[in-house]
């Protein structure tokens, strides 16, 4: 019995080593990806002759009366969202933070307890994105989504990605643009962060590695306003559940998005009015987005 301890101490305490080396690595390679791209900058404005303005960073942020994501309520009532990035001159590449929190709360059950316990949306997620052309891009998005997690009773690790804790995962993203007002974007989750697993008989957590799929298209515009419409759907090669759906893959998200520029004191405000619905889950919603700058 003490060999299997000292055995099952051993084998902790590499495994605890390796999500370290996991996050150190994970650090180091972000770390790196930006000063390269910050040398490059650098290079591009003393070789540059033009006096155009560059700023290297800029910032956002939105005001929504709900927060949805490919189909899903990610939060119901109103959100404030913001984020911070840096882009290359040529403007091919860009790294950001994207974070949002809630005005109102929802209630997530104590792991203990068994309790409702209230709690804010909070979500802290990294982005960067490579654009090949005016048509094709590529995008790596790791969503850190942690609402709730103190309140049910969880540690809470940021740079954490365990299946079972449920609030970490990250997407590989592509888009590409058929025509100037079409975008055909893919999305894979990888490595079953956040749920995206399926349970099998045997007790393993069998990888779903969920694909979601969408068409975008802008209908109609004018000069201050436009009309999109939109149509997504995910499934799995590997498991019938997936991130999104229950059961087999689904279409779930189907929708119009009207947009007008709104000229407020010498400032113009973008709005966003999105109509979802997403069959899977039957459920209706009108997401509003006032950008604020």
């Not at 080396?21 to 770390?31: E, L, N, Q, R, Y």
């Not at 942020?61 to 990610?74: D, E, I, R, S």
């Not at 957590?205 to 149509?231: G, R």
Request: charged residues 20%; contains cysteine; glycine residues 6%.
């Amino acid at each position: 019995m003490e060999a299997l301890a000292t055995r099952l101490s051993i084998s902790n305490f590499y495994l605890e080593e390796r999500k370290r080396f996991s996050v150190v690595v994970t650090a180091i390679t972000i770390v790196m990806l930006f000063a390269c791209n910050v040398t490059f900058a650098q290079t591009e404005v003393i070789e540059d002759n033009q006096k155009e303005e560059y700023s290297p960073v800029s910032i956002s942020a939105h005001l929504k009366n709900m927060h949805t994501w490919h189909g899903f309520v990610v939060h119901p009532g109103a959100v404030i969202a913001s984020s911070i990035e840096y882009n290359t001159r040529n403007k091919k590449f860009t790294f950001g933070f994207w974070g949002g929190a809630s005005f109102s709360t929802v209630d997530v059950d104590h792991i203990v307890t068994g309790e409702n316990e209230s709690a804010y949306y909070k979500e802290v997620s990294i982005y960067t994105k490579y654009r090949f052309s005016d048509r094709f891009f590529i995008e790596a998005v790791t969503h850190n989504n942690y609402t709730g997690v103190e309140e049910r009773g969880d540690k809470l690790e940021y740079w954490s990605y365990d299946k079972t804790q449920g609030y970490n995962f990250v997407d590989l993203n592509f888009g590409y643009n058929v025509t100037p007002n079409t975008l055909l974007y893919f999305a894979t989750i990888l490595g079953g962060g956040s749920g995206d697993y399926e349970l099998q008989e045997n007790g393993d957590l069998e990888n779903s590695w969920t694909h979601y799929f969408e068409v975008n298209s802008k209908i109609w515009q004018n000069t201050d306003s436009s009309l999109s419409l939109f149509a997504g759907g995910a499934w799995s090669f590997i498991t019938d559940k997936t991130f999104y759906t229950e059961g087999a893959g689904n279409i779930i998200n189907v929708g119009a998005t009207y947009n007008k520029q709104f000229d407020v004191l010498q400032h113009t405000i973008p709005v966003d009015v999105t109509l979802m619905w997403n069959p899977e889950q039957e459920k209706t919603v009108i997401q509003l987005d006032v950008t604020l700058f």
